[in-house]
């Protein structure tokens, strides 16, 4: 790579992609950042591209940067800000890279910023807050609080990144109690387009600190999250296998729980459809918890009525090991994506009898081992209620006023040669699933950024009201658009259609 820079700087000829690469990186290097680089010729680059959740979201960038405080990303952004001015710079921002299409938090075309030296996790008893480096896994975050006795509202699996749930909202076995993850954030430190740091609460750049609470990656890149604390122990929680025949009960007990969840907010439950080609055998794997340490809670009643489940990892246990737990492999190529619908029976039913068909359609078609979920998960009126009391969001499920079901679909398989057929599956079922739910008056239009695949549209989904703050805080923050153009990884506001969120006094079926 740098010889390379050296012959573009010399004048000779090299491919064009080559020399723009070259030139960001050697911006990074003469902005003193050379330590912080790696490239791909050391013996750490593939170990870190080999750390993105799904195989298909490697993308090998001319350079990794792995800045190790706000002060080096502000740094690094200023710099290639500068060098963009005469070739062009292109940058990636990754946190945990659990985001599964290709591009989101990584490019083949210039630097992709990696956060992952920043993974601190500092408790202040204090004030009750937690500072988490956007590069932390919630593992980590777990791991480091089990001791304190000290909770925060968090992802669920180990390896997932701290810094993209949160900007996307972030569901949680806390949302019922306590709102989503972007909900319990009391401020974020961001790093701006023009290299300023600046810190968003409630009180100072309290548009910022809004839209950051699912506007995701369009306004700067946030260089440590406070996370509001609580005094927590052990909690009940485990995962339940259960044999496919029991789909009935399963949608009803899903049903029932996701209308009662206000009488007991402690409770989350996420019913799990698996299948597994290597096994053949269709199953459910469900997900309780409930956070505080009460055995068997009655909430789960009507699950724990279930006959006939096949394990039963449930007890009480620490979030460390509830996170472990939900692992999962990073060597596949993955797709997931999502649908919102009313908690309806019937599109429960339906959307497991197309689950079930999907599967047998794979299972003719594809040619190596795979592995199909699809997870459902209530999310009552209650997240937004807290969400609101905690200074708003720009997700816009206060619009609706009643129990909702979260879908979203997973897709893993082996050979990039069935990327094709299993793509096409996953569209299908969600076309299907989507149809159906209109057909019968029970569709939702919210699309959930952390689980939507690039053929979606998240920010969209918010309604008007929350596309027009998006965009006045990406205009206001970053006026010369560094996050949407030379940062084009995950969903950008300037994408989204610029009617939209304009004429406030028109409503659209979109803002209902
Ligand atoms: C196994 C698994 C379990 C999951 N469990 C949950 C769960 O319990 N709850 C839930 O809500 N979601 C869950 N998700 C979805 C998850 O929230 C998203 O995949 C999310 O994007 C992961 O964040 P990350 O930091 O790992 O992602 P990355 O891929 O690193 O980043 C995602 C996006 O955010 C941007 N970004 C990352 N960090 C920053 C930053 N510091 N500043 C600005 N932009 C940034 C990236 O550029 C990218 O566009 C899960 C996903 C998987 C694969
Ligand atoms: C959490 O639980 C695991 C598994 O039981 C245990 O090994 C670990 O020590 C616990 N962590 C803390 C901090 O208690
Ligand atoms: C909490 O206290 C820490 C340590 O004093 C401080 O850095 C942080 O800004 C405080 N957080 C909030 C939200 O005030
Ligand atoms: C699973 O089955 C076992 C054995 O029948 C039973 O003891 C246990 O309570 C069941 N667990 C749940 C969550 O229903
Ligand atoms: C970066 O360079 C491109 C190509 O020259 C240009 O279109 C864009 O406006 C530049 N972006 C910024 C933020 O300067």
Known sequence: MRLLAAAAFAGLSVAAEQQQASHC??????????????EPD???????????????????????????????????????????????????????????????????????????QMSSVVHHP???????????????????????GVMVVGGRS???????????????????????????????EVVLADGSIVTANQNGHSDLFQALKGGST??????????????????????????????????????????????DPFGSAIVISVYMSA????????????????????????????????SDTTGIRNMTSLAEELEQPKSHRIQFSTLTFKNDIRVLKKAHELFKQTIASLEEKAKFDFKVLALYQPVPTLFAEHGKANGGNVLGLDRFDETLIMYESYF???????????????????????????????????IY????????????????????????????????????????????ISQVDPRMGVVPDKPRHDEL
């Not at 062009?88 to 075309?109: L, N, Y």
């Not at 500072?131 to 480091?144: I, L, T």
């Not at 979606?456 to 206001?476: D, F, T």
């Open 25 to 38: 990186c050697e911006a990074l290097r003469n902005a003193g950042l050379g330590e912080r680089i790696l």
């Open 42 to 116: 050391h013996e750490s680059f593939s170990a870190r591209l080999d750390n993105y959740f799904s195989q298909s979201a490697k993308l090998s960038p001319h350079c990794f940067l792995q800045p190790q405080n706000a002060q080096e990303v502000s740094q690094a952004v200023t710099a290639l800000v500068e060098a963009n001015k005469t070739t062009p710079c292109e940058f990636a921002v990754r946190s945990g890279g659990h985001m599964h299409f290709a591009g989101a938090a990584g490019t083949d075309k210039g630097v992709t910023i990696d956060l992952h």
């Open 158 to 188: 180990y390896t997932v990144g701290v810094g993209g749930l949160v900007i996307g909202g972030g569901n949680s076995y806390y949302a019922a109690r306590k709102g989503l993850v972007c909900d319990n954030v009391a401020q974020f």
């Open 218 to 263: 369009n306004f700067g890149i946030v260089t440590r999250f406070d996370l509001m604390s609580f005094e927590e122990g052990n909690v009940f929680g485990g995962l339940v296998l259960y044999p496919e025949t029991t789909h009935e009960e399963q949608f009803d007990a899903l049903l029932n729980f996701g209308d009662k969840i206000q009488e």
């Open 449 to 492: 950024l952390d689980y939507a695949d690039i053929s979606q549209r998240p920010l969209e989904s918010y309604g008007s009201k929350n596309v027009a703050k998006i965009r006045a805080a990406a205009a206001k923050y970053d006026p010369e658009g560094v996050f949407q153009h030379m940062m084009p990884g995950g969903f950008k």
């Open 279 to 310: 096994m053949k055998v269709p199953l459910f794997m469900n997900a309780y918890d409930y956070t505080e340490p009460v055995d068997r809670p009655a909430v789960f009643q009507e699950f724990f009525a279930i006959q006939g489940n096949i």
């Open 412 to 446: 893993a398989w082996e050979d990039s040669k069935e990327d094709e057929l299993f793509e096409s599956h996953a569209q299908k079922l969600r076309d299907d699933i989507s149809e159906y739910a209109a057909s019968v008056g029970a569709d939702n239009p919210f």
């Open 126 to 148: 204090s004030n009750d807050t937690v500072s988490v480096m956007p590069g932390a896994v919630w593992g980590d975050v777990y791991k480091a609080l089990d001791k304190l």
